[in-house]
C-alpha cells in the first residue's frame, strides 16, 4: 500500500499480488466452505446449547492451545521463507520452509495424540452433535494441514533445485498455509474457547 | 455402395468446415447443459430425491411420501432411463478435452471409469431403489422403507468414485503444460473433494447437519457442485472456441 502511495502519477503502480490469482480463488472458495461450517456450528450450537457446552468440557484446552502456538509459530517460519526467498537467499528459506514443515507434522501428532485420547475416552463421532461437528471439522482441517504439507514438500524441492526456483510458487504456498493456520484459529475459538 | 462411402469424407469435409467448423464438438456441448437441466428437473421436480427427504422418520411416513410422489416418481425415473445414456456424451466431451492436455491419457481413462462406475450408485441404484417401491403399493410397509433408505443412502453417499474422479481432473489440469483449462479451475475441483468427503457421515447419522438431507452433507456439497459444473460448461465453451481446427489429439 505504501509503495502505490509513493509512486508518482506516471509511474506505474508496483503494487504485487502475491502467489497468483489462481490461488486466491481457492483459497477464498476453501474460506467459503469453512464459513459455512462454522455458521451451522453456531446454529446447532443455539439449538443445543447445553449438549454443546458440556461435551466442550471435555476438550483438552491444553492441547489445543499448544497447537495454535505451534500452527502459528509455523506460519511465522513460512512468512519468513518467503520474505528470504524474495531476496534471493534461498538456503535459508530451505531452512525456514523445513521448519515450517516439521510445526506441520508436529501439529498433526498432537492432533492425533487429542483424537485418540478422546475416542479412548468414548467421545466419538456418533456420541452426540458437538462430536460430530469436532470430528468432521477439526478432520477436514487436519485434511486441509495434510495437503499443505504436501505442498511444503513441492516447495522444498523447487528451491534445492536452482533451474526450478520461483518465487511466486513459494508466495501461492504460503497463502494456502496462512489460510490453513486462520481457520485453525477460528476453530479454536470457536470449538474449545466458546462458552 | 463402399466407392461412394469412401469419396464422400473429403467431398462433405471441406464443404463442412467453412459452414459450422467445430459442429460436432459444438453439438456435444449443448448437450451437456441440456442433460444437467433435465437431471435437476427429474431429481428436484419430480422424483423428489433432491433436496433429500428426511431420514429420521416412521415408516408410516415413509409409505405416504411413496404413496403422495408415485406417479412423479415413476413418469421422472422413466425418462431419466431414456436420456441416462447422455452423461456418456458430457464425460465424452470432458476427456476429449484432457486428452488435448499434455498428460498421459491415464488421467482421461481414469475420469471415463470412475464416471461411468459412480453412475451406477449416484443415480441409477437410487432410481430403480425407488421405482420398486411405487411399483407395489401394496407391498410390506418396511419393505418399502427399506428401499427408501437404499435409495437415499447409495445417491448422496456415494463417494469414492466421485472424489477420485475430481482428483483425476483436478491433476491433470494442474499438470496440464497446454493450458486447454485454466489453473484456478484445478483448485475449484479440489475443493470439490474436501465437500465430497464431508458426506461420509450420512451413515451414522438420522438427523443434523450430517445426515443425508443436513445442512453440511447435502446443500453445502450440492451448492458447490453446481459452481463447478456452471465453471466447467463455460471452460469447456471456451475450449472449444480456441482449440485449433486442425490440432491432432492424442489416441
Redesign the interface.
Known amino acids: 500500500m505504501v509503495s502505490i502511495l509513493e509512486t508518482t502519477p506516471t509511474e506505474q503502480p508496483r503494487w504485487h499480488l502475491p502467489g497468483d490469482i489462481n490461488i486466491w480463488v481457492f483459497v477464498l472458495a476453501d474460506l467459503f466452505s469453512f464459513a459455512f461450517y462454522f455458521v451451522v456450528f453456531m446454529v446447532y450450537r443455539i439449538e443445543h446449547g447445553s449438549v454443546f457446552l458440556d461435551s466442550q468440557r471435555h476438550l483438552n484446552l491444553t492441547t489445543g492451545a499448544l497447537n495454535t502456538l505451534v500452527l502459528l509459530a509455523s506460519s511465522r517460519f513460512v512468512a519468513l521463507a518467503v520474505q528470504t526467498a524474495r531476496t534471493g537467499d534461498y538456503r535459508r528459506a530451505t531452512r525456514l520452509v523445513s521448519l515450517g514443515g516439521l510445526c506441520g507434522i508436529l501439529f498433526t501428532l498432537i492432533k492425533s495424540y487429542e483424537w485418540f485420547r478422546e475416542i479412548a475416552d468414548g467421545f466419538t463421532l456418533p456420541r452426540n452433535e458437538f462430536f460430530m461437528f469436532y470430528f468432521s471439522i477439526t478432520g477436514v482441517h487436519l485434511f486441509h494441514v495434510l495437503i499443505g504439507l504436501l505442498v511444503l514438500a513441492l516447495i522444498l524441492r523447487e528451491l534445492r533445485e536452482p533451474s526450478l526456483r520461483r518465487a511466486s510458487m513459494v508466495e501461492a504456498g504460503a497463502i494456502y498455509w496462512h489460510m490453513v493456520d486462520l481457520v485453525w484459529i477460528v476453530i479454536f475459538a470457536l470449538l474449545y474457547l466458546a462458552r | 455402395m463402399t466407392g461412394a462411402t469412401a469419396a464422400l469424407p473429403a467431398r462433405v469435409s471441406a464443404r463442412d468446415d467453412q459452414r459450422s467448423p467445430k459442429l460436432d464438438l459444438w453439438i456435444c456441448w449443448w448437450v451437456f447443459p441440456a442433460f444437467y437441466t433435465l437431471f435437476g428437473l427429474i431429481f428436484v421436480v419430480l422424483t423428489r430425491v433432491m433436496p433429500p427427504p428426511r431420514p429420521g422418520v416412521g415408516v408410516d411416513q415413509i409409505n405416504s411420501f411413496f404413496h403422495a410422489h408415485g406417479t412423479t416418481i415413476k413418469l421422472g425415473f422413466a425418462l431419466l432411463m431414456v436420456f441416462i445414456g447422455l452423461a456418456s456424451v458430457t464425460n465424452g466431451l470432458v476427456a476429449f478435452q484432457m486428452k488435448r492436455m499434455s498428460v498421459k491419457p491415464i488421467f482421461t481413462y481414469a475420469y471415463i471409469a470412475t464416471l461411468a462406475v459412480g453412475a451406477v450408485p449416484g443415480a441409477l441404484f437410487a432410481a430403480f431403489a425407488f421405482l420398486a417401491a411405487v411399483f407395489r403399493p401394496d407391498r410390506d410397509p418396511h419393505l418399502v422403507a427399506l428401499l427408501y433408505d437404499v435409495g437415499l443412502l447409495t445417491f448422496v453417499g456415494s463417494l469414492g468414485c466421485f472424489t477420485t474422479n475430481y482428483l483425476v481432473l483436478a491433476l491433470a489440469i494442474a499438470l496440464d503444460k497446454n493450458k486447454v483449462f ?3 479451475m ?3 475441483t ?2 470439490q473433494i ?2 465430497e ?2 458426506a461420509a ?1 450420512v451413515f ?2 438420522q438427523k ?3 445426515a443425508w438431507n443436513g ?2 452433507s447435502f446443500y ?1 456439497g450440492t451448492v ?1 457442485f453446481v459452481v463447478f459444473l456452471g465453471c466447467l460448461i463455460v471452460l469447456l465453451r471456451r475450449a472449444i472456441q480456441q482449440q485449433p481446427m486442425d490440432e491432432l489429439v492424442q489416441d
Open positions: 485454466p489453473m484456478w484445478a483448485y475449484i479440489f475443493w474436501a465437500t468427503l464431508l457421515p451414522v447419522f443434523g447437519a450430517f445442512a453440511i453445502e458447490i
